[in-house]
């Protein structure tokens, strides 16, 4: 793979949480956060003129893109770097105010965020695909909502495209609890993970600007911020939550809270064997102690085994 230089351009991704609810339960309003975050958008087409910018919104409701304009193409940057600023921060600001606007009634949902990064990678396929130079894409999660346990399995593939890709992820959280799945996200591609504490209303642009700003080539010669306590524990494909424990299925790879007779992802039939362990057992051993066993029908070598995933 090749080194970033110096010289070489990037293609920043943003993803803005616009869900009304979370912001209203966070230390920081969603226009402050705007505000700081239209900064650091700026301070970032300052650093190239070659930079190229995407911004999207995610809401309970949709994701759309709030610059460039959809049907407008890539965005094209030239020396009038104060009118580009201009065009960026009226377009993101009234964005942002049409979603929040449509999500209004859907403040106890969670936003989506997996949906949203589909669409960033896309784009940035898309856009990596057209260009004739080197481009370093990353992509950039605001977030103030909680996680939702029923897009771990599209979050998690998307995740795992991104570091195929080789686009790293930051995540600037802005609320008191942590985002176990966002966690992972930059852990795994190589990016930067930041929660905002308070008061938020004077750390989000500082933060941004240390930890978010820096392309690939910078981000060599730099000692990023690590975070030592991720939580890599799976949730299951079941009733989506988080386990220590579980059982997975051989064939498919799925992970459930619950021994099951059917896997519900590639409907591997299980027949059930009870085995007591009673002769030849070693002294001091507690009496018949009995073991549950899965072997799928015909398929001896295709099991749901009881795995530790803590």
């Known amino acids: ?55 999207l919104g995610a809401s309970p409701r949709e994701c759309r893109f709030l610059y460039p304009a959809p049907g407008g193409g890539a965005p094209t940057h030239d020396v009038q770097v ?15 105010a049409a979603m929040v606007e449509d999500a209004a009634g859907d403040d106890a949902g969670h936003s989506l965020m997996s949906r949203a990064l589909s669409m960033a990678l896309c784009h940035i396929r898309r856009i990596s695909a057209s260009v004739m130079t080197k481009v370093w894409p990353r992509i950039l999660v605001l977030s103030a909502g909680s996680d939702s346990a029923r897009e771990y399995i599209s979050l998690m593939n998307s995740i795992f495209a991104a ?19 966002l966690q992972q996200a930059a852990e795994i591609t190589g990016g930067n993970y ?22 690939h080539y910078t ?30 299925c051989s064939v498919c790879l799925s992970i459930f809270c ?22 030849g057992r070693a ?3 507690p009496p018949a102690a009995v073991a ?9 070598s295709a099991a749901m085994s009881s795995l530790n995933l803590s």
């Open 1 to 55: 793979m090749a080194e970033p230089l110096e010289s070489d351009s990037s293609l920043l991704v943003v993803i803005l949480d616009v869900n009304p609810g979370s912001w209203a339960r966070s230390a920081l309003p969603l226009d402050k956060a705007l505000q700081q975050m239209v900064i650091f958008i700026n301070a970032y087409l300052a650093l190239n003129t070659e930079n190229r910018l995407v911004v």
């Open 82 to 96: 104060y009118e580009q600023f201009r065009a960026v921060d009226a377009r993101v600001l009234s964005g942002v």
């Open 163 to 181: 570091e195929k890709m080789s686009v790293l992820v930051d995540v600037c959280k802005v609320v008191a609890q942590d985002s176990v799945f």
């Open 194 to 215: 930041v929660r905002v504490d308070t008061p938020a209303n004077e750390s989000l642009l500082q933060t941004l600007m240390f930890t978010c700003l820096a392309d």
């Open 219 to 248: 981000r060599g010669i730099l000692n990023a911020p690590s975070n030592e306590l991720i939580d890599f524990r799976a949730t299951c494909f079941c009733h989506r939550r988080v386990v220590d424990i579980g059982f997975v």
């Open 258 to 279: 619950q021994m099951a007779p059917v896997c519900s992802t590639c409907q591997t039939k299980f027949t059930f064997k009870v085995a007591r362990a009673g002769k």
């Open 283 to 285: 002294s001091g051993e």
């Open 292 to 300: 549950a066993a899965a072997t799928a029908a015909g398929t001896p």
